[in-house]
């Protein structure tokens, strides 16, 4: 049951031609190698790996492994699920309980919003998935002691991984990869760091060549769930996310529906996935150590954290352009590069921005259409990892009278051309700095995050 056969036959991938994505099977091996099995009808199948650490002599809860395990598989399925996106799934390895399942259906139908929007499709993916009865409903209020924070690379998980360090928790790092500029956070940490990898099946890449649906994915919940098995297996109590509040805001709204990128990051998802593991008794718990915080408030934290200012990159296009330099440099002419450029800027000087990025993205006249599309100018705001329309207008009105940035050209049209277009409460600074209650951090880490964030 394999690709080549399929396709040779075919010659292209129809996505109309399937009916049911199967969840097959899932496996862990003593040494930490995962094998995800799934297949599209009886004609395709596929097999992803990760390589997770385990500790020797590890005595991990075989139960919670278990059924963190099959989280992982339910939540990773998305990726291939996608290449066709048929009406309906069929769990054969275990059926997921309620919590769970209502996570799942969020992933695979909002989490594919901006995959629909691109695609063309007609509507939103979906599919019904299959509940169990439930196996638990804890309230779990057992006191951290160890927490696993994830790093990307970027500003959001090193003001995150700084608030767990402040908490004096037996804190360690831990990333899917070692991309240069989560190798270089991981050295400016100067913290343990558990390190997993992840292999995608080659046959899903020879389908999207043939034709089959693509598109953008919840890669933050695949990668929490990664980071919630290699919790268990090395005995942590609870995953700390970086996921700020901005991350709940969406792109646009399409067929009826808000569209976000950042569907994974959202609160949303964030409160399913806990509910999810608290059907898992002796499960670590997870959160987001950044939700009561704007973008704006944390790059003002970041800004005081020279460390990891000439190590960290946000830069998703850089990848495109040269797989070499994959989150190893700024590319400076996309939606993420530039909305970075623009939350820092209050904050620091320009020479010191311009020596980071390698450019002086605000003095360049040709960025001004990108920098004004950060304000959902003329449309929506991006589909990228950017924050809510109010920040990017906040950064504007403080950059407008700040003495070092106020004559740069861009700065300059900014505050002339699209700061009108908005009301005087709109993108108020003083607002966005305040720290909201909406959150799960719990109260061993809320004072730090209060610390670091409201100064």
């Known amino acids: ?40 009808d009886d004609t395709l199948e596929f097999e992803e790996r990760f390589s997770l650490p385990i500790p020797s002599g590890a005595r991990a809860d075989a139960a919670v ?38 996570l799942l259906e969020a992933l695979y139908s909002e989490g594919l919003g901006e995959f629909a929007v691109v695609n063309g499709l007609v509507q939103l993916p979906r599919p019904a998935f ?70 995608i099946d080659p046959r899903l890449m020879e389908l999207n060549a043939a034709g089959a649906l693509n598109g953008h994915v919840p890669i933050t ?44 990051k959202s609160f949303r998802v964030e409160r399913l996935m806990a509910a999810a593991v608290a059907e898992i008794p002796g499960a670590p718990r997870i959160f987001s150590v950044l939700r009561p915080a704007s973008e704006l408030s944390i790059a003002r934290a970041f800004a005081g954290m020279p460390r990891y200012h000439r190590v960290f990159t946000s830069c998703n296009r850089i990848f495109k352009l040269d ?49 004004a599309l950060l304000t959902a100018i003329g449309g929506h705001k991006p589909f990228e990892c950017v924050g809510e329309v109010d920040e990017s207008v906040a950064a504007i009105r403080l950059l407008a009278r700040d003495p070092r940035w106020r004559e740069q050209r861009v700065v300059r049209r900014l505050a002339e051309q699209v700061l009108p277009q908005f009301g005087a409460d709109a993108g108020d600074p003083a607002a ?12 061993v880490l809320i004072d730090h995050v209060d610390a670091l964030l409201r100064a």
């Open 221 to 264: 919940a695949i990668v929490s769930a990664v980071a919630l098995l290699t919790a268990a297996l090395n005995g942590f109590d609870a995953v700390a996310l970086a996921n700020e509040r901005s991350a709940s805001a969406g792109n646009t709204i399409w067929a009826g529906v808000e569209v976000n990128h950042q569907f994974s």
């Open 130 to 199: 299959p509940a169990s009865a439930p196996l638990s409903n804890r309230e779990d209020r057992a006191p951290l002691r160890r927490v696993l924070v994830p790093v990307g690379g970027g500003k959001d998980s090193a003001v995150a991984v700084e608030i767990v360090r402040r908490s004096r928790l037996d804190t360690s790092l831990f990333s899917i990869g070692n991309a240069p500029p989560i190798d270089g956070t991981v050295k400016a940490a100067a913290l343990p760091r558990l390190l997993a990898t992840r292999t």
């Open 65 to 102: 492994v278990d059924r963190l395990l099959s989280l992982l598989h339910w939540v990773a399925g998305v990726s291939y699920f996608k290449s066709a996106a048929p009406a309906r799934v069929a769990c054969e390895a275990r059926v997921p309980p309620p919590a769970t399942a209502a």
């Open 323 to 371: 797989p070499a330099l994959r989150l190893s440099s700024w590319c400076c002419n996309c939606d993420k590069c530039r909305f970075v450029f623009l939350i820092l800027a209050p904050f620091m000087d320009p020479e010191t921005l311009r020596s980071i990025f390698g450019a002086a993205m605000l003095d360049d006249e040709t960025q001004y259409d990108g920098f």
């Open 1 to 40: 049951m394999t690709s080549e056969p399929y396709l040779a036959t075919v010659g292209r991938f129809d996505p109309a031609a399937f009916e049911v994505f199967r969840f097959v099977d899932r496996a862990i091996d003593l040494d930490g190698t995962v094998r995800l099995r799934y297949a599209l």
């Open 432 to 443: 966005l700095f305040r720290l909201s209650s909406e959150h799960s951090v719990p109260p």
